[in-house]
């Protein structure tokens, strides 16, 4: 069930009703509903991938009962673990790596002159957020392990975290040192919290529907006949999808926290207006929050971090932002994509300029950025808008020949629309959304910060009239991040 369909809409205000209405304060009835809708939200797609979700909540809950009774650091808690870890990453390679590792090993041998004629490959289909509750699970087991949490006795309430419907095909991955006590504990209703959850669930459709879905037909048909088009057209069409993917994925974030606000359950910030970065490594204390911080934590600091020697240090660097890239999906392009970012961020590591902007936002204290903070935020948009045109293309010989098309004669030709657009309507879109982003960047659970009730009812109206005019029932628009 996609967020922004009319099936959703109908949904999600039923199982509202039940929650509150019916249940009341019943926390056990509560989470029993919070598991079967969840369930039946991800059923939608496809009942047979529920299997794999019992079978991981069932495998996590057992680890995580062993790993508690046992002494910490033990090898009977460490089998446990192990247990817990094979079996997740185990799943997820099957169904994510299968074929693409057994196809680069049939072409590394290919390289050096064997041919091998027959190959076992599968028809595999990838389950709809695996790659999320996995890591949603794993970090449970790890947590356990490692003294932080104390495994929970009740199999519904860690089925309920497993699974918890509005984070579960694309996060934000959560914790279970932050998310599981919330579903253990009584919630009761808040006319505010649920209020700022319609305001993030009405922003975040706004840039699901209006900026993503408009720009996704010019960023297809651009990518997909790159090499009829001039360099100009090209830079355009990586701008694009970097609109594209920041309106489709933050806009899935804002829907998730604002829907789980509506149940009392207030979920991990995902985005931070990454696109006002200064470098990059502010970028990515600002993009996809949830998932650099797991990486962060379970495997960039296990591995040492930066408080080892600078060529391991540097090391690193590499392996989190190759991981990070290999999650995103299997092909070498998100590798190439993930080895950029490392190349972007070794220099401010070596330099100590990682962490400038800890802290600060852009403008702070002033109503417009310095020359020298516009600079620096338009050549990091720069490098993270080139970086994306490995993420978008289908092969590393189609980025490589987008890339070459960049550098060829520049030329400034019209850009038709396959449905005939004009592309200074685009423009202007962006350019309204981008100040309204800069407007509202110090606060991102609150997209209407307006004191005047006026003001803000203007905005709402603005906002549901620019839903109808994009809106588009016949188009089948999924999340970009459900691949992954």
């Known amino acids: 069930m996609l967020f922004n369909s009319l099936e959703y809409f109908v949904f999600l205000p039923l199982v509202f009703f039940l929650y509150w209405?019916?249940?009341?304060?019943?926390?056990?009835?509560?989470?029993?509903?919070?598991?079967?809708?969840?369930?039946?939200?991800?059923?939608?797609?496809?009942?047979?991938?529920?299997?794999?979700?019992l079978a991981s909540t069932l495998v996590?809950?057992?680890?995580?009962?062993?790993?508690?009774?046992?002494?910490?650091?033990?090898?009977?808690?460490?089998?446990?673990?192990?247990?817990?870890?094979?079996?997740?990453?185990?799943?997820?390679?099957?169904?994510?790596?299968?074929n693409f590792f057994i196809g680069s090993?049939?072409?590394?041998?290919?390289v050096i002159g064997y041919k091998v004629q027959s190959i076992w490959t599968l028809n595999i289909i990838l389950p709809v957020g695996i790659s999320f509750y996995t890591f949603q699970t794993l970090s449970y087991s790890l947590d356990i392990y490692r003294g932080k949490v104390k495994p929970t006795r009740n199999f519904i309430d860690f089925a309920a975290f497993v699974s918890f419907f509005p984070q579960l095909v694309a996060g934000p991955i959560e914790r279970s040192s932050h998310l599981l006590p919330q579903i253990e504990?009584?919630?009761?209703?808040?006319?505010?919290?649920?209020?700022?959850?319609?305001?993030?669930l009405l922003y975040g459709l706004l840039k699901k529907v209006v900026i993503a879905d408009s720009l996704a037909p010019i960023v297809d048909d651009i990518f997909t006949n790159h090499l009829s088009y001039s360099p100009a057209i090209l830079l355009m069409g990586a701008v694009f999808f970097g609109f594209q993917i920041y309106g489709d994925f933050s806009?899935?974030?804002?829907?998730?926290?604002?829907?789980?606000?509506?149940?009392?359950?207030?979920?991990?910030?995902?985005?931070?207006?990454?696109?006002?970065?200064?470098?990059?490594?502010?970028?990515?204390?600002?993009?996809?929050?949830?998932?650099?911080?797991?990486?962060?934590?379970?495997?960039?600091?296990?591995?040492?971090?930066?408080?080892?020697?600078?060529?391991?240090?540097?090391?690193?660097?590499?392996?989190?932002?190759?991981?990070?890239?290999?999650?995103?999906?299997?092909?070498?392009?998100?590798?190439?994509?993930?080895?950029?970012?490392?190349f972007l961020f070794v220099p401010l590591f070596v330099l100590g300029a990682n962490r400038k902007y800890k802290g600060k936002h852009l403008g702070e204290g002033r109503i417009l950025p310095g020359i020298r903070e516009s600079l620096a935020v338009l050549v990091t948009f720069i490098m993270v808008s080139l970086s994306w045109i490995f993420f978008r293309a289908e092969?590393?010989?189609?980025?490589?020949?987008?890339?070459?098309?960049?550098?060829?004669?520049?030329?400034?030709?019209?850009?038709?629309?396959?449905?005939?657009?004009?592309?200074?309507?685009?423009?202007?879109?962006?350019?309204?959304?981008?100040?309204?982003?800069?407007?509202?960047?110090?606060?991102?659970?609150?997209?209407?910060?307006?004191k005047t009730g006026t003001i803000r009812f203007i905005s709402y109206a603005l906002m549901v009239f620019a839903l109808l005019l994009f809106y588009d029932s016949g188009t089948d628009r999924s999340f970009i991040y459900f691949q992954f």
């Open 21 to 53: 209405k019916v249940l009341g304060n019943k926390l056990t009835g509560q989470n029993i509903l919070l598991l079967v809708s969840s369930y039946v939200f991800y059923g939608w797609w496809d009942w047979r991938f529920l299997l794999l979700i």
């Open 60 to 98: 996590d809950f057992y680890a995580g009962q062993r790993i508690g009774r046992a002494i910490q650091g033990s090898r009977t808690a460490q089998r446990w673990l192990w247990v817990s870890i094979l079996f997740n990453i185990g799943m997820l390679g099957f169904f994510k790596y299968f």
């Open 105 to 110: 090993f049939i072409d590394s041998l290919d």
């Open 185 to 200: 504990k009584p919630r009761k209703f808040s006319y505010n919290n649920s209020a700022d959850g319609l305001k993030l």
């Open 251 to 342: 806009g899935y974030s804002d829907m998730a926290i604002g829907t789980a606000k509506l149940f009392g359950i207030e979920l991990r910030s995902n985005f931070r207006f990454p696109y006002f970065s200064r470098n990059i490594g502010e970028f990515w204390r600002r993009w996809h929050i949830s998932l650099s911080t797991w990486f962060r934590d379970y495997l960039y600091i296990p591995l040492g971090g930066s408080r080892v020697a600078k060529p391991k240090a540097l090391r690193n660097i590499f392996i989190i932002f190759l991981v990070s890239g290999l999650w995103h999906g299997a092909n070498w392009t998100f590798l190439v994509w993930g080895g950029i970012h490392a």
């Open 395 to 450: 092969s590393l010989s189609a980025a490589w020949n987008y890339f070459k098309g960049l550098f060829s004669t520049w030329e400034f030709p019209a850009y038709l629309h396959p449905q005939g657009y004009r592309m200074s309507d685009y423009f202007i879109l962006l350019l309204v959304f981008l100040t309204y982003e800069y407007r509202i960047r110090f606060n991102e659970r609150d997209p209407f910060p307006f």
